[in-house]
């Protein structure tokens, strides 16, 4: 088994893990195909975009930080740039993601990754939502309140 392989079993296991431990009220769905995307996971599940939320991880001056939105949503670093007071935030590279939460690009989960987060105000408007699960072949479906409990986040506009 490769590296990407033991990846995409151990991540789903530790996210399987740490929702037990911790409590939240989660449910891991499992897939057969990959769930990388927003759009793979709406079309896999058979639901609006909106109802799929994404993790965007950033870098911003040497910290990894983790955004909440909307599956159709972009995040507008601009508005990263003033809630961090930092002009230098970009997208996280692949090592950087990994390295920071311990899963991969399509796989981290909203919770559970001790990076500071903020969620879109968008997000809260809706009951439950479909995350990242831990690997690219699993989801997580949760409440944005146990997201934002569990993550101590920041709720603010984050969308452009």
Known sequence: MDRTQ?????????????????GIVAEQLSFTHVVRTAADSAAALGIPLQNIVKTVVLWA????????????DKVDLEKIRKLVGSGNVRIATKEEVLNATGYEVGG???????????????????????????????????????????????VTTLAQ
Do not use: W
Request: charged share 20%; proline share 3%; aromatic share 4%.
């Open 108 to 154: 981290v989960p909203s919770i559970g990754h001790g990076c500071k987060t903020f969620v879109d105000e968008k997000v809260m408007t809706l009951d439950v939502v479909y995350v990242g699960g831990g690997s690219t072949t699993t989801l997580l479906k949760i409440t944005p309140a146990a997201i934002v409990k569990d993550t101590a986040a920041l």
């Open 6 to 22: 033991e990846g995409v079993s151990g991540g789903a296991q530790r996210c399987k893990e740490y929702i037990e431990s911790s």
């Open 61 to 72: 001056n040497g910290t990894i930080i983790c955004c909440i939105l909307r599956g159709a």
